[in-house]
């Protein structure tokens, strides 16, 4: 009784507590005002705190869910399906941020362009510590535990293969529309390894690339600028 309440307890904090807290921050205007590496410091801390909690969730109610979540796959399918699960993340945020342009796509919240790296230190902080601490954590939390507790509640992989990703797609709430619709369509993407192998190593590795390259070539290069205020 007390391992569900947990569980239960926990997968709220996902679904709702996680985007009500991302939306909340987003509107602080005093965040605006804070210096680049200390809003990646503290992106970083919150993410390893969060998976921290899950990680202890997992050991209290299911370890199950932590083994099967961490199988073991060959390297030639680790490099192979992040290879595809990259190109293909890569190609829809491409024609995502050109639709931006031509007024297409919802645009980008004033977040998403204050957090774009401009220095080389942001830029070797965001390549070394953001991007894997999110394809970590993230992969872990998503992908891992949540879409794994999902499918055994609805007794579907593809009805907790949807809100799983409807659920990360929320958690991006800071970034506007456009940034929940991408992330949700990216969590499926990264969701299809895991259902496939049952491993979470292909999409970390796939994740943490996504995120670097977008971070310090794709969002600086196709986003849009920002309007002056």
């Known amino acids: ?34 210096p680049r ?11 390893w705190l969060l998976a921290g909690l899950g990680m202890l969730v997992v050991f209290l109610t299911s370890r199950s869910i932590l083994a099967a979540s961490f199988r073991s796959v060959s390297f030639f ?8 699960v990259v190109a293909a993340s890569l190609v ?15 645009a980008e919240s004033e977040l998403v362009h204050l957090l ?8 070797l902080w965001s390549v070394l510590v953001l991007a894997p601490t999110a394809a970590f954590c993230e992969e872990f939390l998503y992908r ?21 990703s409807v659920v990360f797609g929320l958690a991006h709430v800071y970034q506007g529309w456009g940034g929940m619709l991408r992330a949700a369509l990216l969590g499926a993407l990264l969701a299809y390894p895991v ?35």
């Open 1 to 34: 009784m007390l391992s569900n309440l947990v569980i239960i307890l926990f997968v709220l904090v996902l679904v709702a507590g996680v985007p009500a807290l991302s939306f909340v921050t987003a509107r602080r205007s005093e965040i605006r005002q804070i």
């Open 37 to 47: 590496l200390s809003l990646y410091l503290s992106a970083v801390v919150s993410q």
């Open 77 to 84: 399918a680790l490099i192979r399906w992040a290879a595809v």
């Open 92 to 106: 829809g945020m491409s024609v995502s941020l050109l639709l931006e342009r031509r007024g297409w796509w919802p």
């Open 116 to 123: 774009m790296p401009k220095t080389r230190q942001e830029k």
């Open 144 to 164: 891992g535990y949540l879409l794994a507790q999902l499918g055994q509640w609805f007794h579907s992989v593809s009805w907790a293969w949807v809100a799983s």
């Open 195 to 229: 259902v496939r192998l049952g491993s979470l190593y292909p999409s970390i590795v796939a994740h943490g690339l996504i995120d670097a390259l977008a971070l310090v070539w794709l969002g600086p290069k196709f986003l849009p600028p920002r309007p002056a205020p």
